[in-house]
Nanobody, 125 residues
Framework: QVQLVESGGGLVQAGGSLRLSCAASGRDFSNYVMGWFRQAPGKERAFVAAVSRSGISTNYADSVKGRFTISRNNTKNTVDLQMNSLKPEDTAVYYC??????????????????WGQGTQVTVSS
């Protein structure tokens, strides 16, 4: 079992950058695929990015490719999401997720078993 806590959200102007971090506690962090999802008001939770257990492989939603970078540190038990060139449509609550059996291509929230509480990202125009 793993517990997840996100940090780093906030208010930023369009074109700016933010770095989200997710700290995991529990055992065997390196056995979990880690992902980031986001949920805007009135919309379903949507896949943003995922990173493999080793950190070598990544997967991104088309809407964030080239702007966001996911990375993990299996020594520190953290996974980060570097967000550049932010747009107002990136405004959402961002959630960290983990699962022992998911693939990095898993794009549905139901495919992840563990979730953080979320952190708000607001991008002003």
């Amino acid at each position: 079992q793993v517990q997840l806590v996100e940090s780093g959200g906030g208010l930023v102007q369009a074109g700016g950058s933010l770095r989200l971090s997710c700290a995991a506690s529990g055992r065997d962090f390196s056995n979990y695929v880690m992902g980031w999802f986001r949920q805007a008001p009135g919309k379903e939770r949507a896949f943003v990015a995922a990173v493999s257990r080793s950190g070598i492989s990544t997967n991104y939603a088309d809407s964030v490719k080239g702007r966001f970078t996911i990375s993990r540190n299996n020594t520190k038990n953290t996974v980060d999401l570097q967000m550049n060139s932010l747009k107002p449509e990136d405004t959402a609550v961002y959630y960290c997720a983990a699962d022992r059996t998911a693939w990095i291509t898993a794009g549905r929230p139901q495919q992840y078993g563990y979730w953080g509480q979320g952190t708000q990202v607001t991008v002003s125009s």
